[in-house]
């Protein structure tokens, strides 16, 4: 084997050695461990953009650990969909860790760096594995790893939504176990391609047991996505957590959607007879509903921090009401969707970010205040990140929103999904506008003198302006991103040739 065929684990390598390391080194050699971090980012990058251009040609690839075959051993799956959410999150890890250096965010404790490449290591992993049982060791290894970075800095307000936190986690993954359970005493097996010819195969008697495996499979990552009714942890964590933490955890809630993608058309697709398509009743709905609260709490926000959170819930909501039709073409259109989405979110939080450290006692409070350096700057950030966040012209979001419209069109609630779309578009401009304007337009109306904050660095706007320059980039490119995501759409939506290249063409 050479070492190109190697290149599927380094996602999962790469920060699984770049925490440790950067643990033992933090004490004695902090610039070392610094600088080895930033290292770990930046190979893992590389490593993720040249398995997204190895997969451009369309076949399915498996690492087998250990070379012991599937479905008895573990193994790593290549695919479009894998490669897209690894670029994602290597280039989103990159621009915060950053953030995080500049802002010297990063100081706040000791373990900050080896627990942001625990996190990532825990993300890679649920993008590339292709065993259930792998699938939950990977979530509860981000989990674990966001545990740590959701207290990093410390605070009453950070402990307490901390706890609320760790007790919704640990009921979803017990209620994952019971699944797995469940799944794994119907077929002998928790391989996804094994237990989509398993599952398939199943007699009569069994289709309601697996129906019920198929649901608490998808309540638990509806939770992790934070699909409403299951969505009140969210917004208390991400506004109670460090801004540039919660950039990185803009990722973490379409981990739970990208699960459901990845599950539904290869094990509950319509050959799961009962168990076919298993959440397509409740999702819709739930959707729905997600994107209201979301920008209803963009709204009713009272601070920049919370108000970033709703709106990672309302676009979930939104993503969601894309994936729940279930067809190639409103796949395709969740999947640019949630690219820009992610990035809007994270540049959202980012932003906060550097408004609260120039703003002094008035922090990110969506309340008048004096002028503070920098304001001009962040407050037409702020706008940029509002716009793609909506979903308005010119950047990604609007396309975005517009792929979804015209997928949606014909399907089953149609037109739930186009009124809900533009209806919460204009709840959501009216939110950002009464935010923008109290901080940033109010404060230079009734200006009382300048807020006393310490001296800032201008380097602290290098890294939201980077996502917003994603996002551009996101549209100006959008020809060739739809194009992607349409090959990824349809290579998710036939599983066939992902069940051959696990199993071998005996199966």
């Given at each position: 084997?050479?070492?190109?065929?190697?290149?599927?684990?380094?996602?999962?390598?790469?920060?699984?050695?770049?925490?440790?390391?950067?643990?033992?080194?933090?004490?004695?050699?902090?610039?070392?461990?610094?600088?080895?971090?930033?290292?770990?980012?930046?190979?893992?990058?590389?490593?993720?953009?040249?398995?997204?251009?190895?997969?451009?040609?369309?076949?399915?690839?498996?690492?087998?650990?250990?070379?012991?075959?599937?479905?008895?051993?573990?193994?790593?799956?290549?695919?479009?969909?894998?490669?897209?959410?690894?670029?994602?999150?290597?280039?989103?890890?990159?621009?915060?860790?950053?953030?995080?250096?500049?802002?010297g965010a990063d100081r706040r404790g000791w373990h900050f760096h080896p627990l942001?490449?625990?996190?990532?290591?825990?993300?890679?992993?649920?993008?590339?594995?292709?065993?259930?049982?792998?699938?939950?060791?990977?979530?509860?290894?981000?989990?674990?790893?966001?545990?740590?970075?959701?207290?990093?800095?410390?605070?009453?307000?950070?402990?307490?939504?901390?706890?609320?936190?760790?007790?919704?986690?640990?009921?979803?993954?017990?209620?994952?176990?019971?699944?797995?359970?469940?799944?794994?005493?119907?077929?002998?097996?928790?391989?996804?391609?094994?237990?989509?010819?398993?599952?398939?195969?199943?007699?009569?008697?069994?289709?309601?047991?697996?129906?019920?495996?198929?649901?608490?499979?998808?309540?638990?990552?509806?939770?992790?996505?934070?699909?409403?009714?299951?969505?009140?942890?969210?917004?208390?964590?991400?506004?109670?957590?460090?801004?540039?933490?919660?950039?990185?955890?803009?990722?973490?809630?379409?981990?739970?959607?990208?699960?459901?993608?990845?599950?539904?058309?290869?094990?509950?697709?319509?050959?799961?007879?009962?168990?076919?398509?298993?959440?397509?009743?409740?999702?819709?709905?739930?959707?729905?509903?997600?994107?209201?609260?979301?920008?209803?709490?963009?709204?009713?926000?009272?601070?920049?921090?919370?108000?970033?959170?709703?709106?990672?819930?309302?676009?979930?909501?939104?993503?969601?009401?894309?994936?729940?039709?279930?067809?190639?073409?409103?796949?395709?259109?969740?999947?640019?969707?949630?690219?820009?989405?992610?990035?809007?979110?994270?540049?959202?939080?980012?932003?906060?970010?550097?408004?609260?450290?120039?703003?002094?006692?008035?922090?990110?409070?969506?309340?008048?205040?004096?002028?503070?350096?920098?304001?001009?700057?962040?407050?037409?950030?702020?706008?940029?990140?509002?716009?793609?966040?909506?979903?308005?012209?010119?950047?990604?979001?609007?396309?975005?929103?517009?792929?979804?419209?015209?997928?949606?069109?014909?399907?089953?609630?149609?037109?739930?999904?186009?009124?809900?779309?533009?209806?919460?578009?204009?709840?959501?401009?009216?939110?950002?506008?009464?935010?923008?304007?109290?901080?940033?337009?109010?404060?230079?109306?009734?200006?009382?003198?300048?807020?006393?904050?310490?001296?800032?660095?201008?380097?602290?706007?290098?890294?939201?302006?980077?996502?917003?320059?994603?996002?551009?980039?996101?549209?100006?490119?959008?020809?060739?991103?739809?194009?992607?995501?349409?090959?990824?759409?349809?290579?998710?939506?036939?599983?066939?040739?992902?069940?051959?290249?696990?199993?071998?063409?005996?199966?």
């Open positions: 084997m050479t070492l190109l065929d190697h290149l599927p684990i380094a996602p999962v390598v790469i920060p699984a050695i770049s925490a440790p390391v950067t643990m033992l080194l933090m004490r004695r050699h902090r610039s070392v461990a610094v600088a080895l971090s930033l290292g770990g980012c930046v190979a893992l990058a590389v490593a993720a953009c040249t398995l997204f251009a190895i997969a451009q040609d369309g076949a399915i690839r498996s690492y087998a650990l250990g070379a012991w075959p599937a479905p008895f051993g573990i193994v790593l799956v290549l695919d479009r969909l894998a490669a897209l959410m690894l670029v994602l999150a290597a280039l989103l890890a990159t621009i915060v860790l950053g953030h995080a250096l500049v802002t942001f490449h625990f996190q990532l290591m825990g993300l890679n992993g649920a993008f590339l594995t292709g065993d259930l049982f792998n699938l939950f060791v990977f979530f509860e290894v981000l989990l674990i790893a966001s545990y740590g970075l959701m207290l990093h800095g410390q605070g009453a307000l950070r402990m307490k939504a901390g706890v609320a936190y760790v007790v919704v986690n640990i009921v979803g993954s017990a209620l994952f176990l019971i699944a797995l359970g469940l799944l794994y005493g119907l077929t002998a097996t928790l391989n996804m391609a094994d237990l989509a010819v398993r599952v398939a195969a199943l007699g009569v008697a069994d289709q309601g047991l697996v129906r019920v495996a198929g649901l608490l499979l998808m309540v638990v990552f509806a939770l992790k996505a934070a699909v409403v009714p299951l969505h009140l942890w969210l917004p208390r964590t991400y506004a109670a957590t460090m801004p540039v933490v919660a950039a990185l955890f803009a990722i973490m809630t379409k981990v739970g959607v990208y699960a459901m993608i990845r599950t539904v058309p290869l094990i509950f697709g319509a050959q799961a007879g009962a168990a076919a398509w298993v959440p397509a009743p409740y999702l819709l709905p739930a959707a729905i509903l997600g994107a209201i609260v979301g920008f209803v709490g963009v709204l009713t926000a009272r601070g920049m921090r919370e108000q970033a959170a709703f709106a990672v819930l309302a676009s979930t909501g939104t993503l969601l009401m894309a994936v729940a039709s279930w067809r190639e073409a409103t796949l395709a259109a969740a999947l640019y969707y949630m690219m820009q989405a992610v990035v809007a979110g994270a540049a959202l939080f980012l932003v906060a970010d550097v408004t609260m450290r120039r703003r002094g006692q008035y922090a990110d409070a969506i309340v008048p205040s004096p002028r503070f350096a920098g304001q001009d700057a962040a407050g037409l950030l702020y706008l940029a990140a509002a716009i793609g966040a909506v979903g308005l012209p010119p950047l990604a979001g609007f396309v975005g929103k517009l792929l979804i419209l015209d997928a949606s069109f014909a399907t089953p609630g149609w037109p739930a999904v186009w009124a809900t779309i533009l209806v919460t578009t204009l709840i959501g401009v009216i939110g950002f506008s009464r935010g923008g304007s109290t901080v940033f337009w109010k404060a230079s109306a009734a200006d009382a003198g300048a807020v006393a904050c310490p001296a800032r660095s201008r380097a602290e706007f290098i890294a939201p302006a980077l996502l917003l320059a994603t996002l551009a980039a996101l549209t100006v490119a959008a020809g060739w991103v739809t194009a992607q995501t349409r090959a990824t759409a349809a290579q998710v939506m036939a599983p066939g040739p992902y069940v051959t290249a696990i199993l071998g063409a005996a199966r």
